[in-house]
């Protein structure tokens, strides 16, 4: 039994970040921050809001967008420290390699596999769903056959919009990270802006009378609405997985991490701000309560442009998401746990080029032809396993003595690590009962492949 909880020794970590298979570090601070906020940021900001404050917070959402943001800010500071203790690629899989053994490691990544896989083709999935519909405005119609998953009943074969944005992006990140992170900087800046823009001619449309009752369905509402828009967070974690493509890791992951995490939560609170005082709560249980406030105060001029930041930013989440799920692969391919190709890096570009192909395939394969609806839970099921295991991870890594670590301290240790430890458990539970059966069978699936071919091949077996 003690060979599928042996260990990954630090500083092998850290010295095996040289050789042939090196990345290429070219990211600061801000390059991470643009990284998370581009990952954060999707179209859930023209939406939750609305839905959730109709619903269930009123114009307290703004507190329910506060709370959600301190739990994620409990993980996000248990990524930073462990990102600048140990700078290497694999984010929370590498840091359960550490602290609890290559099986718990193995079920991580096997988790944010499925995270960032279903991540991008759900979201190219919306995002092709926009797409249409903006070229609609135009006059210019894509085929009904070529706009939706296989369902010949209802006249579709393949989303074609889907699959094309899923192959131009990865195209893109095979040609280096610094070239991407440069595109991801002009899209995060167009998303901003759009949002800013709602923003700034909102504000004069704002009746303070609307934010009264400022609490309509008490506190209870308040922390029903949090656990809903917790998810719109989720996302900052792909910052970690671009350890080993930082400069000055120990200071620029925290500030990449924590600042997204920060600047999400600016733009979160101010949109629902003015969006509760443009319309009364009570009419904003609609499908695009963003563009339902602009048609209320006649600034119609503004949905086009709207429906562009929407587009924009799904993109950029494309863009992170596939970027975090070749960074993983890099990393379960050096480690042997899954093919040795995956580890190959180009020697021009100096990315992982084979496995980004072989992640867009099969991703745009899903995002082409499945219906992906019932499954975009398991995102965020991958997701808060990845945070419980790197947040109870802090006290055995605060342990372990091997570790010299002059960066990032969670604050209040170890209660923050274990409060974030029960907010993560907490929300696992909150997941309907397909998410689990769908995530058992995934597991299933992770099981066979690692006893099969992981273990076997594992890096460690040549000790």
């Known amino acids: 039994m003690s060979k599928f909880f042996r260990k990954k020794n630090v500083d092998e970590l850290l010295s095996n970040k040289s050789g042939s298979g090196q990345l290429k570090k070219t990211l600061g601070g801000f390059d991470l921050m643009m990284l998370g906020v581009g990952a954060i940021v999707g179209t859930g900001i ?36 462990f990102s600048s203790a140990v700078p290497v690629t694999g984010s929370a899989y590498t840091y359960g390699y ?71 992006i990865s195209w893109l990140l095979t040609r280096g990270v610094q070239e991407t992170t440069r595109i991801n900087k002009i899209m995060v800046f167009v998303k901003v802006g759009v949002i800013l823009l709602f923003i700034v001619v909102g504000v004069f449309f704002v009746k303070p009378g609307n934010w009264q009752p400022f609490m309509p369905f008490g506190f209870d509402g308040v922390i029903t ?61 609609v499908s695009n309560p963003v563009s339902y406030a602009l048609q209320v105060i006649n600034q119609d001029w503004i949905a086009g442009i709207i429906s562009l930041g929407a587009v924009t930013g799904m993109m950029t989440v494309i863009l992170v998401m596939i970027f975090g799920g070749t960074r993983l692969l890099y990393a379960l391919g050096r480690d042997g746990l899954l093919p040795k190709f995956l580890y190959d890096i180009h020697p021009k570009y100096k990315t992982p080029v084979k496995n980004t192909w072989v992640f867009a395939i099969i991703v745009a394969f899903c995002a082409g032809l499945v219906p ?9 099921m991958g997701t808060l396993i990845a945070f419980t295991i790197v947040s109870i991870g802090i006290v055995f890594l605060r342990k372990n003595k091997e570790i010299q670590s002059g960066g990032f301290k969670v604050p209040l240790f170890p209660v923050l690590p274990i409060i974030s430890f029960i907010a993560c458990i907490f929300m696992i539970t909150q997941l309907s009962v397909h998410t689990w059966i769908a995530c058992g069978i995934w597991f299933i699936i992770g099981i066979v492949i690692y006893f099969v071919y992981g273990q076997k091949h594992s890096k460690l077996n040549q000790k």
């Open 46 to 81: 023209f939406i939750l809001p609305g839905t959730v404050a109709a619903i269930h917070s009123g114009p307290a959402i703004i507190f329910s967008f506060i709370i959600a943001a301190f739990v994620c800010a409990l993980a996000a500071m248990c990524y930073s420290e």
């Open 98 to 168: 550490i602290v609890f053994g290559e099986l718990i490691a193995w079920f991580v990544g096997w988790a944010l596999v499925l995270e960032y896989g279903l991540a991008v083709a759900s979201v190219a999935t919306g995002w092709s769903a926009y797409f249409v519909s903006l070229l609609e405005g135009f006059n210019i119609i894509i085929p009904q056959a070529l706009s939706g998953p296989f369902n010949p009943s209802e006249g579709t074969f393949v989303n074609l919009p889907a699959v094309l944005i899923i192959l131009i």
């Open 225 to 285: 609405g949090a656990a809903l828009v917790f998810f719109a967070y989720l996302g900052f974690d792909a910052v970690s997985s671009a350890a080993e493509e930082v400069k000055n890791p120990q200071r620029n992951l925290p500030i990449g991490i924590i600042g997204s995490l920060l600047v999400c939560t600016l733009l979160y609170v101010a949109v629902s701000l003015v969006l509760t005082g443009v319309v009364p709560y009570t009419n904003l249980n």
């Open 372 to 380: 992906l609806g019932a499954l975009a839970e398991l995102v965020n």
